[in-house]
């Protein structure tokens, strides 16, 4: 055994009915002035969540872009250094709370985070931009939230193919989470309990978008993997999905679904502890093929070509991958990239 285990924790508060509770949360970090992100389809609960805090919020953001422009982050830090928030309180999916982690990277405001989406993000100290095509990505700690808040019933109103490619976003920082850099026992076994927590989950979410158990099912198994990702660290699938994500501006949840097997299956063979983990949790003895079925059978993208991904950009982005160094079980070059690309983009899995 060898590892480091470094780890700076936030405050969490789960639950059915937990956001009535920010108000206090926000007391509890001593803040008196808040500005609030919450864009798109969070709006209802953002006016509710606003209304409860009352004067306490200062100004209220509502532009959220996916892979945060640098442009938007800047506008909004500046409108945070004008309003005088001395906290961000965002509500919504990863797009709004990658929105308020890049104006806590300028501001170093603290944050209170409410998830609506299965990314993960409020749990990790990293931050993202996109600037001409290319996604940059950090680490620093003062991004990671300081409170993060659960309620699964702010889920429930999530479209069953968001729930589902979200769900398969955690998937992937579960499963990578398995062999990353800085991967420990204690993230190994968190990691297969959120294998496991959302494997069981998110066919009862397709089902039936409006269960409260299999949505705080999920919500428990997205936060172990917000965990996961934020402490063992990334390898070679998060930085293909950065690089589709950040270049073609593909569908951050849909691009991870569909990439997922196909990264599982190349690493399957460096990384046998993590795949017998990830096989354990997945019920199932190829783990990169019940993803696969996983996948299809609760409607999420299984390849890249479902996402929109233009093939003739296959080179380019296998390129792009090996740019800088990728930390992988398996070695990693171009010409390997572009062949698992390639399988993606079809979406054709070989049989093992
Ligand atoms: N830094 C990190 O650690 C990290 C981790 C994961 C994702 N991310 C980033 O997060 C972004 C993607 O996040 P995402 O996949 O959550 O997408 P998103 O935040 O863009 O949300 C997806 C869609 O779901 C809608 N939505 C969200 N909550 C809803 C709800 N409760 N009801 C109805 N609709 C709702 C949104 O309005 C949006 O249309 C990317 O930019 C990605 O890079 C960052």
């Known amino acids: 055994m060898d590892f480091v285990y470094d780890v700076r924790a936030s405050r969490v508060v789960f639950g059915t009915g937990r956001i009535q509770q920010v108000p206090d949360e926000v007391e509890l970090l001593g803040a008196e002035q808040v500005l609030l992100i919450a864009g798109g389809r969070a709006k209802t609960y953002a006016d509710e969540l606003a209304a409860a805090l009352g004067s306490r919020v200062v100004d209220r953001i509502s532009e959220v872009v996916m892979h945060v422009p640098t442009a938007l982050a800047t506008a909004a830090a500046e409108r945070t250094e004008q309003s005088g ?24 405001l603290p944050i209170l985070a409410i998830p ?29 939230p300081a409170t993060v808040v659960y309620d699964p019933a702010l889920t429930t109103s999530l479209p069953t193919d968001i729930s ?88 951050h949840a849909g691009t991870h679904s569909a990439v997922l097997p196909f990264v599982t299956a190349y690493n399957a063979s460096a990384a046998p502890a993590a795949m017998a983990r990830a096989a354990r949790a997945l019920g199932a003895q190829d783990p990169a093929r019940a993803l696969w079925e996983l996948a299809e059978r609760i409607g999420a ?32 070059d171009e010409a390997a990239v572009d062949k698992l690309l390639r399988a993606a983009y079809a979406g054709i899995l070989a049989r093992t």
Do not use: F
Not at 117 to 136: C, H, N, V
Not at 211 to 231: K, Q, S
Not at 301 to 327: F, K, N, Y
């Open 301 to 332: 993208p299984t390849s890249l070509a479902q996402v929109g991904m233009d093939p003739g950009r296959i080179p380019e982005a296998a390129r792009l991958v090996v740019e800088t160094p990728v930390t992988n079980p398996r070695p990693v």
């Open 116 to 144: 609506t989406t299965y990314a993960g993000s409020e749990m990790t100290p990293i931050w993202g931009l996109t600037d001409g095509g290319r996604k940059t990505t950090g680490r620093d700690r003062t991004v990671l």
């Open 85 to 108: 928030a001395d906290l961000l309180v965002c509500l919504g999916g990863g797009s709004a709370i990658g929105l308020a982690k890049a104006v806590a990277l300028r501001t170093r």
């Open 164 to 251: 589902a490619a979200s769900g398969m976003n955690a998937l992937a920082h579960l499963v990578e989470g398995l062999y990353a850099p800085d991967a420990s026992p204690v993230t190994a076994v968190l990691a297969e309990e959120g294998i496991r927590a959302l494997a069981d989950a998110l066919p009862r979410v397709a089902r039936a978008p409006a269960d409260l158990d299999a949505r705080t099912c999920a919500l428990y198994g997205a936060w172990l993997a917000g965990w996961v990702v934020g402490t063992a660290g990334m390898g070679l699938h998060h930085k293909i999905c950065h690089v589709l994500g950040g270049a073609y501006n593909l569908p």
